[in-house]
């Protein structure tokens, strides 16, 4: 259980300037350990689970095809992070890098009922399972797209 075929890779950041906004892309942001990522409104000093949120960007892929959709873009369904080429679920309870930050898995990260508005009818159960995880930030410092994303 402790071996991956490879490291992944970032593929797309986003952040949330505020609740219910939607989310901003960019090519890096600062993730600042116990808190989140700066600019996130979900960013708290309470140093909680859920300081971001990773999906699998072949979920993505994945939930358009339950759709019936060419594609399901990255900010629909707002999510910090988007990684392509490792198994976001075997990494929900463990120790990972992107880049040089160090995060820890802290759990699933489930559908909420805004993806019924944001993907259309069938859009929270098309999400169901593909969700992604939520993850705390134990070391920070920049995350930028392209990063390599590997289990620790």
């Known amino acids: 259980m402790a071996n991956f075929p490879r490291a992944g890779k ?6 949330r300037p505020e609740r219910r906004a ?3 892309s960019v090519t890096q942001v600062e993730a600042i350990a116990g808190f989140g990522l700066a600019g996130d409104h979900y960013a708290s000093k309470s140093n909680g689970k859920r300081q971001v949120t990773l999906i699998q960007a072949e979920h ?9 959709k060419s594609e399901v873009r990255p900010d629909a369904v707002r999510r910090n992070l988007v990684v392509s080429g490792i198994n976001l679920h075997a990494l929900r309870d463990r120790k990972f890098r992107v880049g040089t930050v160090t995060l820890e898995g802290s759990g699933p990260c489930e559908p909420c009922s805004r993806m019924e508005e944001a993907l259309g009818t069938g859009g929270y159960n098309a999400m169901r399972g593909h969700g992604g995880i ?4 134990l070391e920070g410092g920049l995350l930028k797209a392209g990063d390599r994303v590997e289990a620790i």
Do not use: K, N, S
């Not at 970032?10 to 952040?15: A, Q, S």
């Not at 993505?60 to 019936?68: Q, T």
């Open 60 to 68: 993505l892929e994945a939930v358009a095809r339950i759709l019936g």
């Open 22 to 24: 939607a989310l901003v």
């Open 134 to 137: 939520i993850a705390r930030i």
């Open 10 to 15: 970032l593929e797309w950041i986003g952040i």
